[in-house]
């Protein structure tokens, strides 16, 4: 497996759903950073289970537990390792699963990739569970980045077919991203929430679950950060942002909207704004021309697919008999994930960002 990621800084995830713990080794993070411990937690607890009616009730804490790396509240240059453990599982749940894969799902990749050796319980190594420790690193890169003006946070922009308002690329400013960063089912509408929850309880209902699309936006950045061609900033970050489960689709500014524009409407005018500073008039690019930063708002879109565990019956296969098969999907699984989703893509973010910083800093 390869479940590590980054360049002068390297994150690499550990563990599985069901087992002991999960956890997340960070290397190359910079000495005497100081890190308020409960602004980690804040973004933990948007990620964790059983903190919403209408997330999975499978309750856990998320407490970090740091290994190394931290001293009096200080980075020490060392790597910073932390661990997460797993109490409330209920592996009894998965017991046809390693006979009859869950449409949708990795069970039957993963069988044949590891032939048969990976740990199916919950998802294993492929569960949303290892989301955690990519949040709790990207919670300190943010603090990090936020001192050195970049801030970071995102809303949920669709839960199939009710839409919020979407970001001004122009003018979405760190205050907004701030406050948005800081709440649960994050919304530029409030108006939005509603109509959102009632579509997810519509599919619980019906025994399905549904998808949406979440919102990201960085400020502050520089112009200048990436490189072309196989290492610009949409390389980086989609890399990181592919890594997270149910992921499958990403797209930077207009994204798959250019392709209905004509070149006069898809450029961005240059102009100076009142104290001299380059800046773009509209910002479809998403502040990113040619895999380098241009000192604009950054925004990208991720597409976040409907969570595969449903009650409902499935046709799927049994391997072990080796033909047809039906399962219905028991245990405790999200009837949307998309609200849980949002401080993970903000977490890729700022891992990401931090990366290219560090990189151009020290030269790399």
Excluded: W
């Excluded at 999975?56 to 060392?78: C, V």
């Amino acid at each position: 497996m390869s479940s590590g990621i980054g360049n002068r800084m390297r994150c690499t995830i550990f563990g599985e759903s069901h087992g002991k713990a999960i956890g997340c080794v960070v290397e190359g993070l910079p000495a005497g950073e100081k890190i308020d411990m409960d602004e980690v937690l804040i973004q933990l607890a948007r990620r964790a289970p059983g903190r919403d009616k209408i997330a999975t009730p499978r309750s856990e804490e998320d407490l970090p537990e740091i290994l190394s790396g931290m001293l009096d509240g200080r980075t020490t240059g060392a790597p910073l390792a932390i661990m997460i453990v797993n109490h409330n599982t209920r592996s009894g749940d998965y017991d046809d699963i390693a006979r009859m894969p869950r449409p949708g799902h990795a069970d039957y990749t993963g069988h044949v990739r590891y032939d048969g050796f990976n740990d199916i319980r919950g998802g294993g190594h492929f569960s949303g569970r290892l989301t955690a420790p990519l949040v709790f690193a990207g919670a300190v890169c943010r603090q990090i980045l936020r001192r050195r003006g970049v801030h970071i946070g995102g809303h949920i922009l669709e839960i199939h077919g009710v839409r919020d308002k979407e970001f001004d690329p122009v003018n979405v400013n760190g205050q907004l991203l701030e406050q948005l960063a800081a709440r649960s089912f994050s919304l530029i509408d409030k108006a939005a929430e509603d109509l959102m929850r009632e579509q997810i309880k519509a599919a619980q209902a019906d025994k399905d679950s549904v998808g949406g699309i979440v919102e990201a936006a960085a400020v502050g950045l520089p112009a200048g950060l990436g490189s072309p061609m196989f290492d610009g900033v949409e390389n980086r970050l989609a890399a990181l942002l592919f890594g997270i489960p149910a992921v499958k689709g990403v797209e930077f500014g207009a994204g798959f909207g250019f392709a209905s524009m004509t070149g006069s409407t898809a450029n961005d005018p240059y102009d100076y704004d009142k104290d001299g500073n380059v800046i773009t008039l509209s910002n479809n690019n998403g502040g990113i021309l040619g895999g380098i930063t241009s000192g604009m708002p950054l925004i990208v879109r991720v597409a976040i697919k409907p969570t595969p565990s449903i009650p409902r019956p499935q046709k799927t296969i049994d391997l072990i008999e080796g033909k047809p098969a039906e399962i219905s999907i028991g245990g405790r699984h999200d009837p949307c994930i998309v609200p849980r989703a949002l401080p993970v893509v903000e977490a890729a973010l700022a891992l990401g960002l931090l990366d290219l910083a560090e990189t151009e800093n020290k030269g790399g």
